[in-house]
């Protein structure tokens, strides 16, 4: 049962445009969700977070939207540099359970120059 | 952010020996380390959580007399790859918590890949 998400497992964007990643959860319990961006052969490197008590955060290019209602987060980056090609991954998690994070399978990013 | 390193980057052993990963904070006390591992273009699976002077936790379908963890010091969690086995060839990555900062981030290590010939 994948309880994280990423339906889409690679994105093309163009340099300067937006790029958008999607993330789906289905746990209703999840409180707390997280993007990281991974280079391959190297670990995950945090991006930004949101709790559930919000529904949108920025951090300079970088935001990420919570809808629960509809159980969906997205996370966009605008512009898009060449230097954000990677595999973004979205996690979850709650609070009560030992900061455990559950991953999604990751979206390849490419922004094309 | 915080740094955490793994050693080995990578290693090669033979089929049933058994291998050692180091997973160190380097600039913060990690009450809390996880244990992941990462087959080709998949996701980041949680093998086990460890906090600092008890047992590990792991997860459902996880040996844990197979991978056997230790976090012995607020720095330094270890995980051993016992009898190692050609389908335990993966990318192993630790990362590393300190709830008590009330962050839930948590730092990731570079990575450990392991092969089993």
């Known amino acids: 049962d994948q309880q994280v998400k990423q339906n889409s497992p690679s994105l093309s964007v163009q340099e300067g445009r937006i790029s958008i990643l999607n993330c789906d959860y289905t746990n209703s319990m999840f409180d707390y969700f997280l993007w990281y961006k991974k280079y391959p052969a190297e670990g995950p490197t945090f991006l930004i977070s949101i709790s559930s008590i919000k529904d949108k955060n920025e951090d300079g290019r970088f935001t990420v939207f919570l809808n629960k209602s509809a159980k969906h987060l997205s996370l966009h980056i605008v512009p898009s540099q060449p230097g954000d090609s990677a595999v973004y991954f979205c996690?979850?998690?709650?609070?009560?359970?030992?900061?455990?994070?559950?991953f999604g399978s990751g979206t390849r990013l490419l922004v094309r120059p | 952010g915080a740094v955490v390193s793994q050693h080995p980057s990578w290693v090669i052993c033979k089929s049933g020996t058994s291998v050692k990963i180091e997973c160190r904070s380097l600039d913060f006390q990690a009450t809390t380390m996880f244990w992941y591992r990462q087959f080709p273009k998949q996701s980041l699976m949680l093998m086990a959580t460890?906090?600092?002077?008890?047992?590990?936790?792991?997860e459902q379908g996880v040996e844990k007399d197979k991978f056997l963890i230790n976090h012995a010091s607020l720095t330094l969690s270890t995980l051993t790859v016992t009898s190692a086995h050609p389908e335990d060839s993966s990318f192993y990555i630790c990362?590393?918590?300190?709830?008590?900062?009330?962050?839930?981030?948590?730092?990731f290590g570079p990575g450990t890949r392991l092969t089993v010939t």
């Open positions: 996690a979850a998690s709650r609070m009560d359970s030992s900061y455990k994070l559950i």
């Open positions: 990362s590393a918590a300190n709830p008590n900062s009330g962050s839930y981030e948590q730092y």
């Open positions: 460890s906090n600092e002077g008890s047992k590990a936790t792991y």
